[in-house]
C-alpha cells in the first residue's frame, strides 16, 4: 500500500509520502497502525497519562459545578457554566485565604485540577494536549507527569508568596511544562533545539500579552510554574541526554500517589461537608 504524507510526531512538521524519517528532526516515520505495535504501546507510554490528567480536571470540574450553590448560564462567556466559590474553596482552591485561614497547604497541588469555568477548562486543556504529548516525547512520562505536578505546586506556590488570595487552574501545571520545554530547546540546541525554543517562546509571549490584557490571570502563577518547569527539566534531564531512571520512576510516583491521596481526601470531605456530614 502506497504510503501517504503525514506530521512528524516528534516536530510536528510534514513527512513527504517517499521519505522513511523526517528531513527536519530526524525521526523515523512511525508505520501504520495495522503494522506495528505502537497503538498497543499507547497504554504503556505517556498517551495514558496524558488523558489521566485531562480526565481527572474534567472530573473534578463537573463535581466543582455538581457541588454548586447555583447554576445556569451567566451573560460573561468567561464566566459560563462556573462554579461558585465555596465549591472552589471545598475542593481545593489555594492561595493566601486557603492556605493562611484555614491551614490547608495541599491545596498548592489540589488547585491544578480546578477551573473556573467552562472556557477557563477549555482553554487549558487545549494547551494540555499540545503540550504535554511533546514533553511527554522529550522526557518520558515520568518526568513528564513529575513536572506538570510539581511546576504546578512551584507556581502556586510564587502566587502564594505574592499574595493572591484565592486562585485555580492547570495553567500553572501547563507553565510547567512550558519551562521544560524552554530549558529543552536552549540546552539541546542544534536546528531541532533552536526550534523548539523559538516556539515555546512564542506561547511564553502569548501567556504575558494574555496575562496583561485579561483580567483576573494569574500571572504570578504563570511565571511560578514556568521557573519551576526550566529548573525541573535541568534537574531531570531529558531523553537526549539519559533515559529515565527508577529514580524518576519513583518521583513519579510519589507525585501520583499525593495527587490521588489529596483529589481524593478533597472530594470526600467536600461532599461530606456540603451535605452536612
Known sequence: ???????????????????????????????????????????????????????????????????????????????????????????????????????????????????????????????????APWVNHEYGPNRMFTIYTLGGVCGFLVSYLAGVPFTIGASAAVCGLIGSLLYFGKSRGGAYGTAVYREVSGWVVGLVLFGLVMPGINNWGHGGGIIGGIILGRLLGYEDRRGETAIHRFLALLCAVATAGVLGWAAVSAIALWFGY
Open 1 to 131: 500500500m502506497t504510503q501517504r504524507a503525514m506530521l512528524c510526531p516528534r516536530c510536528r512538521r510534514l513527512i513527504g509520502s517517499s521519505e522513511s524519517s523526517c528531513s527536519w528532526c530526524g525521526a523515523s516515520r512511525p508505520a501504520a497502525w495495522w503494522q506495528s505495535t505502537a497503538w498497543i504501546r499507547g497504554a504503556l507510554d505517556g498517551d495514558w497519562m496524558v488523558r489521566t490528567i485531562v480526565t481527572a480536571n474534567i472530573i473534578f470540574y463537573i463535581l466543582s459545578l455538581l457541588l454548586s450553590a447555583r447554576h445556569g448560564f451567566s451573560a460573561n462567556p468567561f464566566s459560563l457554566l462556573s462554579p461558585d466559590k465555596t465549591s472552589l474553596l471545598l475542593l481545593g482552591a489555594t492561595g493566601t485565604v486557603p492556605i493562611d485561614r484555614f491551614g490547608r497547604l495541599w491545596t498548592l497541588l489540589s488547585a491544578n485540577y480546578l477551573h473556573g469555568g467552562i472556557l477557563h477548562i477549555f482553554f487549558n486543556l487545549m494547551a494540555m494536549r499540545q503540550i
